[in-house]
């Protein structure tokens, strides 16, 4: 049997590519380089009301070299984050992660995005443009204000392990900022 120099070459990049992939990495081993911020939403323009919960949100991407298993991964604000390291976790301020639309698992691939918004929306969690989770928190409007839980004027936004563990986090000291790209 003669094998060309394509074929060859084809079978050995499929074995290269999958094992520099290799399996996602499980939410409670994740490291903390590997989820990234690179969008937070502060401060709705004009009152804080229970209509614009969704300017409120925390945007973070997989910046790893393979796919990530965000499970359990929470998106906290300051105070909630506190509650956490302490052992004393609190719903308000906190968003679970717990599946993913049109995906059947945490998993996220490299590159992929996660966008965690205050709000709810008409038909639930969404996947869009192949490449974003839009889950929606839905947060209590006894949580915060009208359901908006980061501080307009200094906060952070905080990307966690269940144990408080830091993925990622951003700061912000400033008012009127409304989205914030670190």
């Given at each position: ?57 925390v ?56 966008t ?8 639930g ?58």
């Open positions: 049997m003669r094998l060309n120099k394509s074929a060859i070459l084809f079978v050995g990049v499929v074995i290269a590519a999958s094992m520099t992939t290799g399996p996602a990495t499980a939410s409670a081993d994740v490291p903390g380089d590997v989820l990234r911020i690179v969008e937070v939403g502060t401060d709705a323009m004009g009152a804080d009301s229970y209509a614009n919960r969704n300017r409120e949100f945007k973070f991407q997989n910046v790893s070299d393979g796919p990530i298993d965000v499970a359990n991964v929470l998106v906290e604000d300051n105070w909630a984050h506190a509650k956490t390291v302490k052992g004393d976790a609190h719903t308000c301020n906190t968003y679970k992660i717990v599946d993913l639309p049109d995906n059947g698992t945490t998993v996220i691939a490299k590159g992929e995005y996660v965690v918004f205050n709000g709810s929306r008409l038909g969690d969404r996947k869009i443009n192949g490449s974003e989770y839009q889950l929606f928190a839905d947060s209590d409007t006894d949580c915060g204000t009208a359901g908006q839980f980061f501080n307009n004027n200094n906060d952070t936004a905080w990307v966690t392990k269940a144990n408080g563990d830091v993925l990622s986090s951003y700061s912000w000291d400033h008012n009127g900022g409304y989205v914030f790209k670190p």
